[in-house]
């Protein structure tokens, strides 16, 4: 009994010893609350909030115990909270909701990272967008009328942060055809009487070779003209001169001068964000309805702060706000155009859940057309152009068959039109306009819509030089058969859809190829 209480002693000395040494050596005070199991997690996600966001448990952080059993690439503690002295941070996934056009939404998880070239091709992933080009983010304001498209290399969770938190501010997903058009066109976006002439003089190069040259290394000439300003704290509108150089955005105070005691600086380009002003007219009363809006990013979202400026015509209008993103961004903007236009497609992959039946995996494509019998068609490509081909020819035979004019009436299929992404059904001019100009509005883009005005006739949108066309597509009838023609009869295509494929590779009667379709799509 005595070597028992002995080394009963002993063992409480040696326990005493022990935790006296970590308190010698321990960073901060121990902490006296409930003691948590050591088999519990250091940081356990909590369900999601009201706006989808994670946040960390609120258990303490302790020192590990078996820190030889859990190495940093396969532990499942977090590597913060093995360490005393730090707590542990939020959890960098995120809840974001994305809208359509049609007010459709849907969720995305997304890191404290992410960009919006990522989100996007989450969505054309989740959306199975057939074409996955020229898909973008926009911020959109709609009690002030403002929206802005997002860049492809912003970090997404940095522009929410200062959206206002009562504010009915949302991202919108869809098409955006002029993003990156003015690489492309730059005669359009730059027109010569905009150029500053003293940058033609420093360069001894016209304007469209400065241009150009100074487009591929990501800059942009000083810019120069007159733009309607909404004065602060009134409602009505006046003529300035402006000029955006590099150092920031001036107006003249004496007519045109350029001379630095006749210029004001209205604003810094260091943390400025430009906002195209929907529907400026009514909310606004802005002299023309091509309105767009300069805010620092630090400012809240009041209308009596927000800087309005109106320019002429929609030309003049891209021109400035083209060159507010090129002054800010620079290369990172040619570095985007070059991603998007480098970018592979996104691979859809496999489900590996789906067993396939053996016949349908035996399924080759075939051609028939020689005398010998058919043959294999090993080619991929061949295949493809064979399966459209084949596809046209069932449309055109099916046309042929109900289009005469002792077709029974209910036996007549659905047109194939209705299943196309560029038809809109029945909207009117001014939601066709509306469309296009949310898209991009640049040459070659279309919709077709059911025309209000005229029965059984079709009404062809087409963008042109900043502008929108329509053409009336009327029915007609050869031969007992129906047609559809735009130009009174000369031209006649058996449905829309082949009219649609003749004018992408023939102008025909429009002014320019019929090439990207405004498409919208429900998340």
């Known amino acids: ?40 997690p250091l940081a ?28 940093p690439s396969n532990s499942p503690v977090r590597i913060g909270s093995l360490v005393g002295k ?36 989450i969505l054309v992933h989740a959306a199975h967008c057939v074409d996955q080009k020229n898909w973008a983010l926009f911020e959109q304001h709609p009690s002030l009328g403002l929206e802005r498209c997002l860049e492809d290399h912003e970090v997404l969770l940095q522009v929410q942060s200062s959206w206002p938190q009562d504010g009915d501010t949302k991202l919108l997903f869809r098409k955006n055809y002029a993003k990156y058009e003015f690489f492309k066109k730059p005669k359009q976006y730059f027109p010569e009487n905009m150029i500053s002439d003293s940058t033609d003089v420093k360069t001894g190069m016209n304007s469209s070779q400065l241009v150009q040259s100074m487009l591929k290394c990501g ?83 009041y209308s009596q702060d927000l800087k309005l400026l109106c320019a002429e015509n929609e030309e003049c209008k891209a021109c400035w706000t083209t060159a507010f993103r090129l002054f800010k961004y620079g290369k990172q903007l040619h570095c985007n155009f070059l991603l998007a236009q480098t970018s592979p497609t996104l691979e859809i992959p496999l489900r590996k859940d789906i067993k396939w039946d053996e016949g349908e995996a035996s399924l080759v494509a075939m051609d028939f057309s020689g005398k010998g019998g058919g043959r294999v068609i090993l080619n991929p490509r061949e295949a493809q152009s064979a399966e459209k081909e084949e596809g046209y020819n069932w449309r055109k035979r099916e046309a042929l ?123």
Request: proline letters at 6%; charged letters at 20%; glycine letters at 6%.
């Open 44 to 71: 356990i996600r909590s369900n999601h909030g009201t706006k989808g966001e994670l946040r960390p448990s609120s258990v303490p952080s302790i020192p590990n115990p078996f820190p030889e059993l859990c190495s």
């Open 1 to 40: 009994m005595q070597v028992d209480c002995h080394w009963r002693e002993v063992f409480r000395e040696t326990v005493r010893e022990t935790m006296l040494n970590q308190e010698a050596t321990s960073p901060g005070p121990i902490s006296t609350g409930p003691v948590t199991p050591r088999s519990f």
């Open 86 to 121: 730090h707590t542990v941070s939020d959890e960098d996934m995120h809840v974001v909701r994305v809208y359509d056009e049609d007010t459709h939404s849907r969720s995305v998880l997304v890191s404290s990272g992410t960009t919006v070239r990522d989100v996007c091709h």
């Open 219 to 301: 800059s942009c000439p000083e810019i120069q003209g007159y733009l309607h300003q909404r004065e602060a704290g009134k409602k009505s509108w006046k003529k300035l001169y402006f000029i955006l150089r590099r150092s920031g955005l001036y107006c003249s105070t004496k007519g045109s001068s350029k001379e630095p005691r006749h210029l004001h600086c209205v604003s810094d380009l260091e943390d400025l964000r430009v906002y195209t002003v929907c529907n400026s007219r009514k909310l606004y009363g802005s002299p023309k309805p091509h309105t767009f809006c300069i805010k620092p990013r630090g400012h809240k979202f």
């Open 401 to 523: 068959r109900y289009s005469s004019a002792n077709c029974v009436q209910g036996s007549r299929p659905a047109a194939v039109h209705q299943a196309q992404p560029w038809f809109h059904g029945g909207v009117s001019r001014s939601e066709a306009q509306r469309l296009l100009e949310e898209q991009g509005q640049v040459d070659g883009m279309f919709l077709i819509r059911a025309s209000q005005q005229h029965a059984q006739c079709f009404v062809l949108s087409l963008c042109h030089k900043l502008k929108t066309k329509h053409y009336l597509i009327i029915p007609c009838e050869e031969c007992g058969r129906q047609y559809y023609t735009m130009d009174d009869g000369v031209t006649v295509f058996i449905d829309l859809l082949q009219l649609v494929e003749f004018h992408q590779i023939n102008k025909g009667i429009l002014p320019v190829c019929l090439k990207y379709p405004c498409i919208r799509i429900a998340l």
